[in-house]
């Protein structure tokens, strides 16, 4: 069982930043990592995506401003942050899917223990 740790989040002010991070306990090959975000009264929801060869997929409401990154050696990724919002709020959670097509979020299969982002307006 791959087992993924989170690093990162915190408090900032809106229009801040904040970087997460994630490492997989495994070197094996995984076909798509990505961040999922689960607000307070919400579903989760993905929120990026990238494959091992870099290709990177975002929901409408954090592209532009949210940068996923992988380093395909360790398995791991990175979520830049950049002008956050007081609606970017949420426990965030690392996550990765055994198949292709990062943006089928209804497919990862594997979490963190996740991290609180929170964003004061």
């Known amino acids: 069982q791959v087992q993924l740790t989170e690093s990162g989040g915190g408090s900032v002010r809106a229009g801040g930043s904040l970087r997460l991070s994630c490492t997989a306990s495994?070197?094996?090959?995984?076909?798509?990592m990505g961040w999922f975000r689960q607000a307070p009264g919400k579903e989760r929801e993905g929120v990026a995506g990238?494959?091992?060869?870099?290709?990177?997929y975002y929901i409408e409401s954090v592209e532009g401003r949210f940068t996923i990154s992988r380093d395909g050696a360790d398995n791991t990724v990175h979520l830049q942050m950049n002008s956050l919002k007081p609606e970017d709020t949420a426990m965030y959670y690392c996550?990765?899917?055994?198949?292709?097509?990062?943006?089928?979020?209804?497919?990862?299969?594997?979490w963190g223990q996740g991290t609180r982002v929170t964003v004061s307006s």
């Open positions: 996550a990765t899917k055994d198949t292709a097509r990062c943006s089928r979020w209804e497919e990862y299969n594997t």
């Open positions: 495994t070197s094996e090959y995984i076909p798509c």
């Open positions: 990238v494959s091992h060869y870099g290709i990177t």
